[in-house]
């Protein structure tokens, strides 16, 4: 029922869309399956969303020079660093030889994208919130034909926290304690308080 409903609100916001919104673009490049898509950017977009934005903040807030930084760059290695969706499972479809071990066609294979993202022969000093790292090949949104959807929307929404948090201060008020999950990483409390940096009001 929740399902159908979003469905109707997106299709409506769909076919409404303005020039030069996601909606807009989804709707031009799929037209016949905009209304499934849309419905899927919302269920699927909303929890991803809202994890990688805590691990900015999180991130941002120990690291406030970063917001300087080229906000293209900067908005990768936030993804690099958050990893939403932490591993993915998927079946082989056929025999294959991955790193010394055999894999069978129909054997089920998890892929781990918050290690590739953190793999030391990729990335220097993978631990660190790098701002202007280029290359940033990370894996935040998958690879291949089943790369997620939403990535558009997911660096949008990273862009606008990045500029609204360029005119905010943003202050840690207890330590943020991290979800128990091995399949999305967010955090289940971050506390903190941001206020106007030219006003001093608490948001």
Avoid: K
């Amino acid at each position: 029922q929740a399902s159908r409903a979003i469905a109707e609100l997106m299709a409506d916001e769909i076919a409404h869309a303005r020039e030069g919104t996601v909606l807009r673009e989804i709707r031009e490049a799929a037209p016949d399956q905009a209304h499934s898509l849309g419905a899927l950017l919302v269920e699927a977009g909303l929890p991803t969303s809202s994890d990688a934005i805590g691990s900015a903040i999180v991130d941002l807030v120990d690291q406030p020079s970063a917001l300087a930084a080229n906000p293209d760059l900067l908005v990768e290695e936030l993804l690099r660093r958050a990893s939403p969706i932490a591993q993915f499972a998927r079946l082989a479809t056929r025999d294959v030889e991955l790193a010394g071990v055999h894999i069978r066609a129909g054997e089920q294979v998890v892929t781990w994208m918050v290690a590739a993202n953190h793999d030391e022969r990729v990335f220097a000093a993978p631990e660190q919130l790098v701002p202007s790292r280029d290359p940033n090949p990370h894996v935040a949104f998958g690879a291949g034909p089943h790369r997620c959807l939403g990535a558009i929307l997911g660096r949008r929404l990273l862009r606008a926290v990045i500029a609204t948090l360029r005119r905010r201060t943003v202050t840690s008020t207890a330590p943020p304690v991290r979800r128990a999950s091995s399949y999305m990483r967010g955090y289940a409390s971050l506390p903190v308080t941001i206020e106007s940096r030219s006003a001093g009001n608490q948001v």
